[in-house]
């Protein structure tokens, strides 16, 4: 079967640094997203790793260990827009398909 | 900017009632998807269509069925609806083959009673 785990919720407080951890077990594995949701919103994309290692966007980081089936997304400077849902998800096969996971919402605390 | 629109933001409709849902994207994008979101269970994908009049079964097809007659407009359809497809409905496109990001619609919130 295909399965994503991600903590359901993580509290952090503004300035700190915050990691949400993902790992999955799917089969065509092409790389890992991640996505943002307001409550209310639409997910938006943030990141996408097809190797291993670490990408950086501002404040955002994504990594991949694809030999470990496992990333994670790191939150640096959080503020308190940062409040939200984010979803890991697998990119499977050539025609983007996503598979998502449960979801981790993020609550910044003043 | 992408923009992909949903037809209703809210929806009501009674058990049994053939449900239309449909999305438009404006940026000539090949892929299209349709997701449904309930709490604790994250997006799970219901269809995805690649080109004009393909159309591939996603995670939890049963139920649904859609159709993409032009390229740009991709349409969910419950036949009978049913209490247990009250959910949050999006919709999604992204580029083409290799593309790996999805942008989606505001959703539609369907109740059925």
């Known amino acids: 079967g295909q399965s994503l785990e991600q903590p359901s919720e993580v509290t952090a407080v503004e300035g700190a640094i915050v990691q949400i951890n993902c790992t999955y077990q799917?089969?065509?594995?092409?790389?890992l997203s991640w996505y943002q949701q307001h409550d209310g919103g639409a997910p938006t994309f943030l990141s996408y790793?097809?190797?291993?290692g670490l990408e950086e966007t501002g404040r955002f980081s994504s990594f991949l260990s694809r030999s470990d089936s496992y990333g994670y997304l790191l939150l640096q400077e959080l503020q308190m827009k940062d409040s939200a849902s984010y979803f890991c998800?697998?990119?499977?096969?050539?025609?983007?398909?996503?598979?998502f996971g449960q979801g981790t919402t993020l609550q910044v605390k003043p | 900017d992408v923009k992909v629109t949903q037809s209703s933001r809210y929806l009501v409709k009674r058990t049994g009632e053939k449900v239309f849902l449909e999305c438009v994207q404006d940026?000539?994008?090949?892929?299209m998807f349709w997701y449904r979101q309930d709490p604790g269970l994250g997006l799970r994908l219901i269809y995805f269509?690649?080109?004009?009049?393909?159309?591939e079964k996603g995670d939890i097809p049963e139920g649904y069925s859609v159709s993409r007659e032009k390229k740009e407009r991709f349409s969910l359809i419950l036949e009978s609806a049913s209490t247990n497809q009250t959910s949050m409905y999006l919709c999604?496109?992204?580029?083409?083959?290799?593309?790996?990001?999805?942008?989606f619609g505001p959703g539609t919130r369907l109740t059925v009673l």
């Open positions: 999604a496109s992204s580029l083409g083959s290799g593309a790996n990001e999805q942008f």
């Open positions: 799917t089969s065509g594995f092409y790389g």
């Open positions: 790793n097809a190797l291993d």
């Open positions: 998800a697998v990119v499977s096969g050539n025609t983007g398909k996503l598979i």
């Open positions: 940026m000539d994008h090949e892929n």
């Open positions: 269509s690649y080109d004009v009049k393909m159309k």
